[in-house]
């Protein structure tokens, strides 16, 4: 049975999203702060599929345990949180959660994100018949891994820019909009500014100018969006 990581100081909520959680045929962990969670996790990471994580907690929060869960792995992170500030909501996204969802919340509707969020996990993995590494000259995206290679070398990148990179590097011939890439990398319902596409790329194109690649890019096609082009 697949395992739901629950964390949030607050046994009321927890209890609500546990019961839910069951009845969607998940077995539940439990952590009411965010070195608990840390520690739950590390025993379970094998078996947990998803993580409800609330961002203000004791000891550790939600923006801590979601960038030290982010250095091992790629297990899908939905943020809850009272504070609705967009910059807050921005940072957990980018630092690697899937989504994030206000407090007070439906928790039907926690549960219907988790069920988006899997089934598009599920239909990637599908797609390509597990076929999940692109070799350009001397670039190598193993998303599988979600790892990239220049070289040979492994270039740091967050989450987003690795799936970004895939995206654009996995459909060379197509300019992507920013609602292209926000539709493919984010999901449905991202409430943000279409801009975090742009501080995206920035840094990713500054993380990958760290590295000798002549002979492909990611290019930017003004007035319409951007694209992974040959040079050669």
């Not at 792995?73 to 967009?86: F, K, N, W």
């Not at 899937?98 to 969020?117: G, H």
């Amino acid at each position: 049975m697949s395992k739901m990581l629950i964390v949030d100081d607050n046994t009321q909520i927890t209890n609500v999203l546990a019961s839910y959680a069951a009845k969607d045929g998940f077995e539940t962990l439990i952590a009411a702060d965010g070195e608990e969670a840390l520690e739950l996790f590390e025993k379970n990471k094998t078996d947990i599929a998803m993580i409800l994580l609330d961002v203000m907690m004791p000891k550790k929060d939600g923006f801590e345990v979601c960038r030290k869960i982010r250095e091992s792995s790629m297990v899908p992170i939905i943020m809850v949180t009272a504070r609705g500030e967009d910059f807050e909501r921005i940072m957990g996204l980018d630092i690697g959660a899937d989504d994030y969802i206000l407090k007070p919340f439906s928790a039907d509707e926690v549960m219907a994100r988790v069920r988006a969020i899997l089934r598009r996990i599920n239909a990637a993995a599908d797609d390509g018949a597990g076929d999940k590494k692109i070799v350009v000259d001397n670039l190598t995206i193993d998303i599988d891994n979600y790892m990239v290679f220049i070289d040979d070398k492994e270039v740091s990148l967050t989450k987003r820019e690795k799936e970004i990179l895939w995206t654009l590097a996995s459909n060379p011939k197509k300019v992507f909009s920013r609602d292209n890439l926000l539709d493919s990398v984010w999901g449905y319902d991202y409430f943000g500014d279409s801009r975090t596409v742009d501080s995206h790329i920035k840094r990713l194109r500054a993380k990958l100018d760290e590295f000798e690649h002549e002979t492909w890019e990611v290019k930017t096609i003004w007035g319409v969006g951007y694209k992974f082009e040959r040079n050669n």
